[in-house]
C-alpha cells in the first residue's frame, strides 16, 4: 500500500504550540457520529462498567545538551536504556561524529560513543554516577516534538497525571488531557481506571520514510502489563462492557500482549505495525489526538476506522481543532476495519 494513503495537508496554523488549561478544557470530536464535545464531557460519554486503560510512562528528561573533548556542541537525546551501562541515542549534529567520541554534560555526566551514528542514532555509554537515570534527570530536558517552537514554563505538562514509570521518549499524548477531578467525575459515573506502560519511542511520531507501507521497519518499544489490568479486562469482559484505550500506544500494548488470543501479564517489547488489513479485537473505544500525516499513527487510526478517517481529520480541521501533542482529541467509539 501506497504511504500517500495516509498523507493529508496540515496547515502550520491548526499544529497546537502550547496546551491548554485546564486540561480536559481540549475539544472532542465523537467518531463516526461527528458530535463536537469536549473532553471533560467523558463521563456522560462512557457507560457505568467500562474500562479506561491509559499509559503510564513517563517521559525521561532524555534531550542532554553536552559538549564534545574537541570543544564542539553535541546534542544528546536518549532514545532507550539498552542496558546498565548503554543507550541508544539521537546525536545532533552526527556528521562528525566518529566511534569513540568523548562528551560531557554540565561537567557532571560523562559518555562515550561506542560506534559511529547511522542516520544520526547510534549506542553510547553514560558515566558520571552510580545512579545515572537520577543525573540523567538533573542535567537533562524533557524533549518536546520538533513541531512545537515554545518553551514550557512547566515542563511537568508535557507529563500525564498517570506518568510514573521513568522510560519513554515522547508523551502519550491523548492522557495529557485527564485532570484529577475529571477522574473523580469518571469513578463517580462508574467508569474504571486501568493502566500499562509501554516506553513510547520517537520513531511513533516520525514520518514513515518509505513510499510502500510494507516496506517500512517499525521500532520496537518494551512494555509492562500488570496483573491487575489483566483481572479489569477479563471483569469488564463478563459484564458486557467496552474497553477504551487511552491513546494508540495502549493499542499496541494491548494488541501485543494478546497475541496469544488472551491477554496475559508481564514484561515484552513489541514491533506491531497496526495497519489496513489488521483487525485489533483488544479494545472497543479509543482516545486519541490527530496525529500528523504519513505516520505510523494514523495508519493504525485507518486500519480502526477505514478510509473515513479523512472525513473526521477534514471535519476537525474545518471545525478548527487543534492537531498533534498538544492539540485536540478524538473519541472512535465504532471500529470500520478498512475492507
Avoid at 462508574?190 to 521500532?219: K, N, Q, W, Y
Wanted: zero cysteines; proline letters at 6%.
Amino acid at each position: 500500500m501506497d504511504v500517500s494513503a495516509f498523507d493529508y495537508d496540515l496547515p502550520d496554523p491548526a499544529i497546537a504550540q502550547e496546551p491548554l488549561e485546564p486540561r480536559d478544557a481540549a475539544r472532542l470530536l465523537r467518531v463516526p457520529s461527528l458530535e463536537d464535545r469536549r473532553f471533560s464531557d467523558l463521563p456522560e460519554l462512557l457507560d457505568p462498567g467500562d474500562l479506561l486503560v491509559v499509559n503510564r510512562a513517563r517521559v525521561r528528561a532524555a534531550r542532554l545538551r553536552a559538549h564534545k573533548d574537541t570543544g564542539g556542541a553535541l546534542e544528546v537525546l536518549l532514545l532507550r536504556r539498552l542496558d546498565d551501562a548503554r543507550w541508544e541515542a539521537l546525536l545532533r549534529p552526527a556528521r562528525r561524529v566518529r566511534a569513540g567520541t568523548r562528551f560531557e554534560v554540565a561537567d557532571r555526566l560523562a559518555g562515550r560513543v561506542l560506534a559511529a551514528p547511522r542516520g544520526g542514532v547510534a549506542e553510547v555509554i553514560l558515566e558520571g554516577a552510580s545512579d545515572v537515570e537520577q543525573l540523567v534527570e538533573e542535567v537533562g530536558e524533557v524533549p518536546l516534538p520538533p513541531y512545537i517552537r515554545r518553551s514550557l514554563a512547566d515542563p511537568e505538562r508535557y507529563q500525564t497525571i498517570f506518568a510514573d514509570r521513568l522510560g519513554a521518549a515522547a508523551a502519550p499524548t491523548a492522557g495529557l488531557h485527564f485532570t484529577r477531578e475529571l477522574l473523580d467525575r469518571l469513578e463517580a459515573a462508574g467508569v474504571r481506571i486501568a493502566s500499562v506502560e509501554l516506553e513510547v519511542g520517537l520513531d511513533t511520531f516520525r514520518p514513515i520514510a518509505a513510499e510502500r507501507l510494507e516496506d517500512h521497519r517499525m521500532h520496537t518499544e518494551r512494555y509492562h502489563v500488570p496483573t491487575a489490568t489483566v483481572e479489569a479486562v477479563e471483569e469488564t469482559r463478563r459484564a458486557g462492557r467496552r474497553i477504551v484505550a487511552v491513546g494508540t500506544t495502549v493499542v499496541r500494548t494491548l494488541e501485543a500482549a494478546s497475541g496469544t488470543g488472551r491477554l496475559r501479564a508481564g514484561e515484552g517489547a513489541t514491533d506491531l505495525f497496526i495497519t489496513p488489513g489488521y483487525v485489533v479485537r483488544s479494545v472497543d473505544a479509543l482516545l486519541t489526538n490527530f496525529h500528523a500525516p504519513r505516520t505510523t499513527l494514523v495508519a493504525m487510526i485507518a486500519a480502526l476506522v477505514g478510509p473515513s478517517w479523512r472525513i473526521a481529520y477534514e471535519t476537525a480541521l474545518r471545525r478548527g481543532y487543534r492537531f498533534l501533542s498538544f492539540g485536540d482529541a478524538m473519541l472512535v467509539e465504532e471500529f470500520s476495519p478498512w475492507r
